[in-house]
């Protein structure tokens, strides 16, 4: 009997990982490229800076109404970068986890430690109140201080995951922080680094916004 029920749960989670691959409805906020992390952060509805907690698994809604599991991570939210004002606490989630007896595994998802100290690529807020973390592992960055009392970005999202820059992003041009020219060669994106970007592409949006209207 045990042998059964271990292979029925085996069968069942195959099932939900066949379900999930076969949809795409959502496939933005579960699925990652690798591209310049400015155009990472723009495609990204919300940012924010916080502390992890604690995690659970439960049933939700998914953008089709479809019932999936994920897993909930409780985040406090020590500044909102980008998007509307945040709660000082709310839940974000991920594809995947087990309850019920029924098992999801997503391949690329982030992991969210508790007492992790992060910047978060959110979409916008579901119909429980939750948030998608936006393109699986590239939505998390984590943060250290170094040696001079910058925090420094670590992630997926930064190239080579570690928060190295790349030469053509740190000449100007549009992938530049504030599009300015910057011949020194900086090693490390910084989390001031993240802040100019969302201000400079939130300044960029107003003035195409404001073309648009005097030149429809």
Do not use: C
């Amino acid at each position: 009997i045990g042998t059964q029920t271990g292979q029925g749960r085996t069968l069942r989670r195959v099932k939900s990982l066949f379900l999930l691959l076969m949809v795409g409805s959502f496939a933005r906020a579960t699925t990652f490229v690798e591209q310049p992390f400015p155009d990472t952060v723009q495609q990204a509805p919300v940012v924010a800076r916080g502390h992890l907690g604690s995690s659970r698994s439960d049933w939700g809604k998914a953008g089709d109404g479809s019932k999936r599991i994920y897993t909930f991570t409780e985040f406090s939210v020590d500044e909102t970068l980008k998007g509307p004002p945040l709660s000082r606490s709310i839940w974000v989630r991920q594809l995947g986890g087990e309850k019920d007896g029924v098992g999801m595994q997503i391949a690329g998802s982030a992991q969210l430690e508790s007492g992790e100290d992060v910047v978060l690529l959110m979409g916008n807020v579901n119909s429980d109140a939750s948030h998608d973390v936006w393109g699986l592992m590239m939505g998390k960055l984590t943060i250290a201080r170094d040696t001079k009392g910058r925090d420094i970005l670590k992630g997926p999202a930064l190239n080579d995951g570690h928060g190295d820059r790349h030469d053509h992003e740190m000449r100007g041009g549009q992938n530049a922080p504030g599009g300015k020219p910057d011949t020194q060669k900086r090693r490390r994106w910084t989390l001031d680094d993240l802040r100019e970007i969302i201000r400079v592409q939130a300044e960029q949006a107003v003035n195409n916004d404001e073309k648009l209207k005097t030149h429809p």
